[in-house]
C-alpha cells in the first residue's frame, strides 16, 4: 500500500491493471468534477460512491457490493500517484496527498483481475484568497493571549482556501514600506527557508500552516514587521508619512506567491517609534 511514482503514462497505468477500454465503460461510468469551488467532497457515478478531501487525505467511498481489489490514483501526468489494495468487505481506501502534490486533474482506477471496472477524475486544486490583514497594536482582539511576546509589533493575516485540494503556508513575507521588513533593511529571510510564522500554542516559529479545501486560519508573523527600529526601513518623523507595503505568501503547492498590496501612513512624532500606523487595500 506504498505510494509508487513510475514514468509511464496515463495509458500504461490503465492498462497496467485492467484491460477494459474507455470506450466500453463510456456508458456505465460518470467523471466526477471537483464541485463548486470550496467543495471538498464529490459524488461520482460506477463503482465509486464519493471522493472526499479530509485534512490533506484523498478518501475514496466504493458503492456497496463493488467489485474491486484495488484503486489506482494517476497524477494529472499520466503517472501513478499510488496503488490501494481494497480489503474484504471493506469499500474504502485513502490516499495521503501531503502538501507537495501536483494540482490539476487526478484519475481513479478500480480493478479487479486484469480488468478495469470504472474510472473517475478528481481535481485537486487549492484556491488560497488573503481575507484580511492586520497589526497587532490596532487590532490587539485578533491576537493571541500571553507573556512570552508582545504581539503589538506582529501582524495577523486570514487566509481561506476556496479550491479542492488542500495547500500549506510556508513563509509569510512584507515588502515595501513596512518599519522592519523581510528583506534589506530588515530581518533579511526572504531568501531563506525561514517561514517567518509564529505558532502561539508552541510560542515557536513554525515551517508551515496547513489549509484544506473549505477551510480558514488565521496566521502570525514572527519576525516584527512592524517594529520600529534605529536605522530601520521606516522610523517615525516630524511629518505624516506614506507608502505601500506588499503581504507575500508562499506555498507548497504553487511556484508563483500569492500576494496582495496595501496602502500604509504613518502619523507625525517626535520619537522614533512612537507614530501611530494606518494600514488600508490598496487602491
Given amino acids: 500500500m506504498t505510494d509508487t511514482t ?22 456505465c461510468t460518470g467523471n466526477g468534477d471537483s464541485g463548486p469551488s470550496g467543495s471538498s467532497t464529490v459524488t461520482p457515478a460506477g463503482p465509486f460512491a464519493s471522493l472526499d478531501v479530509q485534512g490533506t487525505t484523498l478518501v475514496v467511498e466504493l458503492e456497496s457490493g463493488a467489485d474491486a481489489e484495488h484503486v489506482n490514483l494517476v497524477k494529472p501526468n499520466g503517472s501513478l500517484f499510488g496503488t490501494r489494495d481494497v480489503a474484504q468487505g471493506a469499500s474504502r481506501v485513502s490516499f495521503d496527498l501531503g502538501t507537495t502534490y501536483t494540482p490539476g486533474e487526478y484519475e481513479l482506477v478500480a480493478v ?3 480488468q478495469t471496472i470504472g474510472t473517475t ?11 484580511e490583514m492586520g497589526i497587532g497594536r490596532n487590532q490587539p482582539e485578533q491576537m493571541w493571549n500571553g507573556p512570552e511576546r508582545s504581539p503589538q509589533t506582529q501582524a495577523f493575516v486570514t487566509i481561506e482556501n476556496r479550491g479542492s485540494g488542500p495547500t500549506a503556508v510556508t513563509q509569510l513575507l512584507f515588502f515595501g514600506k513596512v518599519p522592519y521588513p ?35 486560519k488565521t496566521i502570525y508573523s514572527s519576525r516584527m514587521p512592524f517594529a520600529f527600529i534605529r536605522g530601520g526601513n521606516v522610523v517615525c518623523q516630524d511629518q505624516p508619512q506614506s507608502g505601500t ?6 506555498t507548497s503547492t504553487s511556484n508563483t506567491a500569492l500576494s496582495k498590496r496595501y496602502d500604509i501612513r504613518y502619523s507625525a512624532s517626535e520619537e522614533f517609534n512612537d507614530c501611530s500606523i494606518e494600514v488600508g487595500e490598496d487602491s
Fill in 245 to 250: 507595503f506588499e503581504l507575500v505568501l508562499e
Fill in 112 to 114: 479487479t483481475g486484469d
Fill in 182 to 216: 523581510s528583506g534589506e533593511n530588515g530581518t533579511q529571510y526572504a531568501e531563506t527557508d525561514i517561514s517567518g510564522i509564529y505558532d502561539p500554542e508552541s510560542n515557536t516559529e513554525i515551517e508551515q500552516v496547513v489549509v484544506p479545501p473549505g477551510g480558514s
Fill in 121 to 131: 477524475t478528481r481535481t485537486l486544486q487549492p484556491d488560497l484568497q488573503i481575507l
Fill in 6 to 27: 513510475p514514468s509511464i503514462d496515463r495509458r500504461s497505468a490503465l492498462q497496467a491493471f485492467g484491460s477494459l477500454t474507455l470506450a466500453a465503460l463510456a456508458g
